[in-house]
């Protein structure tokens, strides 16, 4: 069993950076991929980044390639979501979720995930 707490959301203005923090605890981090996701209100769950259980590959979805970044903390047992530039749009719920495989690749469907966090809002004013 894997608990994970986001932190981090807050409300900032366009153009701020912003940055997530996702702790896991109840055991290692090792053999989990990670990924976090998106809820604007009204709308579905969106995939924003994931990253490999190695932590050598990441992915973005295109609306925050370059702007967005992933990773992994193993001696803390922490995945981050750096933003920077933030857009009106990024307005939303984000949420980490893991997922334990023996591959290495990357998980983009919310339903390939075992393990969510609460998720923390993300407030980008204009």
């Known amino acids: 069993q894997v608990q994970l707490v986001e932190s981090g959301g807050r409300l900032v203005q366009a153009g701020d950076s912003l940055r997530l923090s996702c702790a896991a605890s109840?055991?290692?981090?090792?053999?989990?991929?990670m990924g976090w996701f998106r809820q604007a209100p009204g709308k579905g769950r969106d995939f924003v980044a994931g990253?490999?259980?190695?932590?050598?590959?990441?992915d973005y979805a295109d609306s925050v390639n370059g702007r967005f970044t992933i990773s992994t903390d193993n001696a803390k047992n922490t995945v981050y979501l750096q933003m920077n530039n933030l857009k009106p749009d990024d307005t939303a719920v984000y949420s980490c979720?893991?997922?334990?495989?023996?591959?290495?690749?990357?998980?983009?469907?919310?339903?390939?995930?075992?393990?969510w966090g609460q998720g923390t809002q993300v407030t980008v004013s204009s």
């Open positions: 990253i490999s259980r190695s932590g050598s590959s990441t």
């Open positions: 979720a893991a997922v334990l495989t023996a591959f290495t690749r990357i998980y983009k469907k919310a339903g390939d995930y075992r393990y």
């Open positions: 109840g055991r290692s981090f090792s053999g989990y991929a």
